[in-house]
């Protein structure tokens, strides 16, 4: 597998000079294409600051990240604009649906901001197919009419998903996917984004509380303190055996 990202000496600080709080202590890290990567760490060890400086929603204080051997955060504001609504995809622990739009409205969402209002109108057809057909293979094509309010969690989360495929990403970001489901969803939501693994070839970077959804990944990572470490698939993401 040819490699996709690579995080180098990652380093983040917030607060003033008296007070910095060093979140991300050079991490270093890399993603192959169409691998499984999960992220497990207790609440504050830095996996979601780590996953959001990856997916260009956060810049680090120091250190750089590679996407195809390009420096993504030295590229200009409008590329890493169109990065993360063409090449990355995110999934969020809160659905972050938009409520005024039905179920295949919110999907369209990227589609609509990655096109002119020109090539919207020319491509809407085409468009509103491909949206259809996701939501179908993510199970929910009797749902397809229904505002978030209609939908449950893990319909929101399904719909979430299909939003976040919607420009055909390489790589998908989840941020505690299942952290807001129970137990049985939580299940069906880790076998839907196995299943969309191995049928687009698509990288997962997952970060994740749930050990269930860890220990099946290819590989998983471990965040302690700010540093990054290979885990063993015998110990809970807090690091307990």
């Known amino acids: 597998m040819a490699k ?3 995080a180098q000496n990652i380093h983040k600080y917030y607060g003033e ?7 991300l202590q050079g991490v270093n890290m890399e993603v192959r294409d169409g691998e499984i990567v999960t992220i497990a760490g207790a609440s504050g060890a830095g996996k979601s600051t780590l996953l959001h400086i990856l997916g260009l929603l956060d810049k680090p204080s120091s250190g750089h990240v590679y996407f195809k051997g390009a420096d993504i955060h030295a590229l200009p504001a409008g590329r890493k604009a169109a990065m993360r609504n063409k090449e990355f995809g995110f999934v969020f622990q809160f659905f972050h649906l938009l409520p005024e739009l039905d179920a ?7 589609a609509m901001v990655k096109n002119t209002a020109f090539g919207w109108l020319g491509r809407k057809k085409e468009l509103k197919g491909r949206a259809e057909k996701i939501i179908n293979d993510v199970g929910l094509w009797e749902r397809r009419k229904h505002k978030p309010k ?3 969690g893990g319909e929101k989360q399904r719909i979430a998903i299909a939003r976040a495929l919607m420009n055909e990403p390489e790589i998908l970001f989840c941020d505690e996917p299942t952290g807001n489901l129970d137990s049985q969803t939580s299940k069906e939501i880790m076998e839907l984004l196995w299943s969309l693994n191995r049928r687009n070839n698509m990288a997962l970077v997952i970060v994740t509380h749930n050990f269930d959804l860890a220990r099946n990944s290819g590989r998983m990572l471990r965040m302690t303190d700010g540093k990054l470490a290979k885990a063993s698939k015998g110990t809970d993401p807090g690091g307990r055996p």
């Open 104 to 110: 295949l409205e919110n999907v369209l969402l990227p």
């Open 150 to 152: 209609e939908l449950s």
């Open 4 to 6: 996709l990202l690579k």
């Open 17 to 23: 000079d008296g007070g910095k709080l060093h979140v």
